[in-house]
């Protein structure tokens, strides 16, 4: 008897090792809460990529706030999101508008968790991309961009560590009114018109609209916005012309030539393109496109690895000559091998 029990307890000893070596499933947090109220379906109005052209380097209140909530939900820390204005190349951060989310791809937890909050912010064609007034979002040396949302997660060049690489921190740039926290997901309200600049919230400016309280029981998507779906993406117009579309083989850019020129003016337009290929390309040379003077273009097999950018002249009534060039496009593919969502 004695031998059994002694056996028994063996049995269950050994059994209750097993069990405790067994890992336990990692519990997937529920995605954030929305404002208690949105006012229609609409998805904010947006730029496009505006890239830091200013020293303001002072954490602004977006980029706080979508940091926090993403810690708060989804764990991690912070890298910080401010920068000297003199250091290293052009980066939102100098403007306040960027944010480093510290999280390992090589720890498989983490790993997991900001692929959840990836697909989060980019599903459904960027809608809550749109309402945070996200520009882009660099993770584990690939970039998502809202104004490229049908290019899925694009391989970037190989900047050396895995700090550049973008292996230890997720990066999030805003526009300026997601950094504003002037944006839907904290107002309820989606806005009808962008901004490019510093635009509320400081002495001379009005104030920022108002963050509403969320939803206690409600995350997103809600089942009233589950089926909305933003259009493909289009700049709202602004002081400088922009290129819309996705640099694929096959695919059409066109033109919004903003609303800087005289009332009543003829444009004419100029397409340019890089002379070398390749992801990663600084203050790139750019060249005419023969024969390319029409307000869209599209993109053949001679065009993966390049970019474009188009110079728009307005020829007002009178006769005077002005005009402006769009940023660059990134760099053309042959076709999408990682959609985003």
């Given at each position: 008897?004695?031998?059994?029990?002694?056996?028994?307890?063996?049995?269950?000893?050994?059994?209750?090792?097993?069990?405790?070596?067994?890992?336990?499933?990692?519990?997937?947090?529920?995605?954030?809460?929305?404002?208690?109220?949105?006012?229609?379906?609409?998805?904010?109005?947006?730029?496009?990529?505006?890239?830091?052209?200013?020293?303001?380097?002072?954490?602004?209140?977006?980029?706080?706030?979508?940091?926090?909530?993403?810690?708060?939900?989804?764990?991690?820390?912070?890298?910080?999101?401010?920068?000297?204005?003199?250091?290293?190349?052009?980066?939102?951060?100098?403007?306040?508008?960027?944010?480093?989310?510290?999280?390992?791809?090589?720890?498989?937890?983490?790993?997991?968790?900001?692929?959840?909050?990836l697909e989060?912010?980019?599903?459904?064609?960027?809608?809550?991309?749109?309402?945070?007034?996200?520009?882009?979002?660099?993770?584990?040396?690939?970039?998502?961009?809202?104004?490229?949302?049908?290019?899925?997660?694009?391989?970037?060049?190989?900047?050396?560590?895995?700090?550049?690489?973008?292996?230890?921190?997720?990066?999030?740039?805003?526009?300026?009114?997601?950094?504003?926290?002037?944006?839907?997901?904290?107002?309820?309200?989606?806005?009808?018109?962008?901004?490019?600049?510093?635009?509320?919230?400081?002495?001379?400016?009005?104030?920022?609209?108002?963050?509403?309280?969320?939803?206690?029981?409600?995350?997103?998507?809600?089942?009233?916005?589950?089926?909305i779906e933003?259009?493909?993406?289009?700049?709202?117009?602004?002081?400088?012309?922009?290129?819309?579309?996705?640099?694929?083989?096959?695919?059409?850019?066109?033109?919004?030539?903003?609303?800087?020129?005289?009332?009543?003016?003829?444009?004419?337009?100029?397409?340019?393109?890089?002379?070398?290929?390749?992801?990663?390309?600084?203050?790139?040379?750019?060249?005419?496109?023969?024969?390319?003077?029409?307000?869209?273009?599209?993109?053949?097999?001679?065009?993966?690895?390049?970019?474009?950018?188009?110079?728009?002249?307005?020829?007002?009534?009178?006769?005077?000559?002005?005009?402006?060039?769009?940023?660059?496009?990134?760099?053309?593919i042959k076709?999408?091998?990682?959609?985003?969502?």
């Open positions: 008897m004695l031998r059994r029990a002694g056996l028994g307890s063996a049995v269950v000893a050994l059994l209750l090792s097993v069990v405790a070596v067994v890992p336990a499933q990692a519990v997937i947090p529920d995605n954030p809460h929305p404002p208690k109220t949105m006012s229609d379906t609409a998805v904010d109005k947006h730029l496009g990529y505006r890239k830091q052209t200013t020293c303001s380097p002072s954490a602004k209140p977006g980029a706080k706030a979508l940091l926090k909530l993403l810690i708060d939900t989804w764990g991690g820390s912070s890298s910080g999101i401010s920068r000297s204005c003199g250091s290293g190349r052009t980066s939102e951060h100098k403007e306040g508008r960027a944010l480093d989310w510290r999280m390992n791809v090589k720890n498989k937890s983490q790993a997991a968790r900001v692929q959840q909050a989060w912010m980019t599903a459904n064609n960027g809608e809550v991309a749109y309402r945070l007034g996200i520009m882009y979002i660099i993770w584990d040396q690939k970039i998502w961009s809202l104004y490229y949302a049908e290019m899925g997660w694009r391989k970037m060049e190989d900047r050396g560590s895995p700090t550049q690489n973008h292996k230890d921190h997720v990066h999030i740039s805003l526009s300026w009114d997601g950094a504003m926290k002037a944006t839907s997901w904290w107002t309820g309200v989606p806005l009808k018109t962008a901004h490019n600049s510093y635009w509320c919230g400081r002495k001379g400016k009005p104030a920022c609209p108002k963050t509403i309280a969320r939803s206690v029981d409600d995350i997103w998507p809600t089942e009233e916005m589950e089926e933003p259009p493909v993406f289009k700049p709202y117009p602004s002081t400088i012309p922009e290129i819309y579309g996705s640099p694929i083989v096959g695919e059409t850019l066109g033109v919004v030539p903003g609303i800087w020129m005289e009332k009543g003016s003829k444009l004419r337009y100029q397409w340019y393109v890089t002379v070398k290929k390749g992801p990663g390309l600084h203050n790139p040379k750019f060249v005419k496109i023969d024969g390319a003077t029409e307000p869209e273009y599209t993109l053949t097999k001679a065009d993966v690895g390049k970019e474009f950018k188009v110079k728009v002249t307005a020829i007002s009534p009178s006769g005077k000559k002005t005009s402006k060039t769009t940023n660059e496009t990134t760099w053309a076709e999408v091998t990682e959609p985003a969502g």
